[in-house]
């Protein structure tokens, strides 16, 4: 890196879970740091994304949108922490990792004239004024072209948004064997007519989980022996979500099958799990571009997934588009499940493409060089 570019980058995230988005900055910050760049991160301190931080070691500002209630501080309150901070700390750009946080900032970079970058990790309607907030962001980076397209046809700045997909890490995930779906004979391997069904994601409605549960049942009255393993939890405390959780567990637990339904909660193991699962369900009903996905590609996991967001960017090979269903469609899910569990020879099939799709495509090598291009536009602009 030339001495006269600027490498002081400040990350910037609203929540201190770590879901989709946080791991996919976690993902890059190795391969972004070999080019030269330097990070620290705008977080609430001692949540579990600023522990993964300074694992990975980055530095950790604390910065939390929400007072000691969990309640969300005003869009004023925000800014003005946020812009105190931002001077402070004295960042040649601001790396806003969702569509929140770029919402956030938009404003706060342009009076501050720091160089911006924002992730859209979302497909959301919103308020026109919400939307100048976020095209107030130097350089927006959608993680679909589903994503991009949404925002662009509500009044997203498409002059200043690029597309860029997410990378997996194909060294931590990846398949047991080249061929992972041995016969019925192999006592060691996964039996495909017994399939080990596995669900990761928040518990919510968008993302499908009663639709999962219903098409369980419906595979389970085919299959007894299935067993489902849903990882995830519920992160809204609004009535209805609460409500919705606490149904879906009911409704689970009143059936002919709930003994072969794990409620697992989060787990550090994901990467095993996928590797002795023979099928992830994924019925949502809105995902710009589901990073469980990229990671069960990645292993070599087959998915049945709802043909919704970018999804078809993942599957998007004529084989592979089988895998994909319509929304609100538990008995279709089922159904593919059912079929493809019968066949040994079709899932190692599948697992192959997948994983030559995941290498292809949605290498992290890949997307740090992309997203290392965009910093170096800015701020030689800057």
């Not at 997203?156 to 047991?176: A, E, Q, Y």
């Not at 740090?368 to 536009?377: A, K, T």
Request: aromatic share 6%; glycine share 6%.
């Amino acid at each position: 890196m030339g001495k006269t570019l600027k490498n002081k980058i400040l990350v910037a995230s609203e929540y201190g879970s770590v879901n989709g988005g946080e791991n996919s900055f976690l993902t890059l910050v190795d391969g972004l740091r070999k080019n030269g760049w330097r990070f620290l991160a705008a977080v609430p301190q001692g949540s579990p994304f600023a522990n993964r931080l300074q694992e990975a070691q980055v530095k950790v500002v604390d910065f939390s949108m929400h007072n000691a209630d969990g309640v969300k501080k005003s869009q004023t309150e925000i800014r003005e922490e946020f812009s105190a901070l931002a001077t402070k700390t004295d960042c040649d750009l601001i790396h806003c990792n969702s569509l929140s946080t770029s919402r956030v900032c938009g404003p706060v970079c342009q009076s501050l004239g720091i160089p911006s970058l924002g992730y859209l990790r979302d497909i959301l309607k919103l308020s026109k004024k919400a939307m100048a907030d976020i095209n107030q962001i130097d350089r927006l980076i959608a993680v679909s072209r589903a994503t991009m397209q949404w925002h662009c046809e509500h009044g997203l700045d498409s002059s200043r948004t690029s597309v860029v997909h997410n990378g997996v890490d194909s060294n931590i995930f990846f398949p047991t064997a080249a061929e992972p779906f041995l016969s019925k004979s192999s006592t060691s391997a996964l039996i495909a007519p017994y399939p080990r069904l596995l669900f990761v994601g928040q518990i919510g409605i968008r993302k499908g989980v009663d639709l999962l549960v219903d098409a369980f049942l419906k595979i389970a009255t085919e299959i007894p022996t299935a067993k489902l393993s849903i990882v995830g939890q519920r992160y809204s405390q609004k009535h209805e979500a609460v409500e919705y959780e606490r149904k879906l567990i009911q409704h689970v637990a009143s059936s002919s099958f709930g003994n072969q339904v794990s409620w697992l909660g989060i787990r550090d193991d994901i990467p095993d799990l996928m590797r002795q699962s023979t099928i992830l369900i994924h019925p949502a009903r809105q995902e710009p571009l589901g990073r469980v996905l990229l990671e069960a590609a990645a292993s070599g996991l087959p998915i049945i997934a709802t043909d919704v967001g970018g999804t078809a960017e993942i599957l998007s090979s004529p084989e592979l588009k089988n895998l994909l269903v319509p929304p609100e469609s538990p008995a279709e899910i089922a159904r593919k499940v059912i079929s493809l569990s019968s066949s040994v020879q079709e899932l190692n099939s599948i697992s192959s493409q997948l994983r030559a799709v995941a290498l292809a495509n949605f290498s992290v090598e890949s997307c740090v060089r992309n997203i290392d291009r965009h910093y170096r536009m800015l701020l030689n602009k800057a």
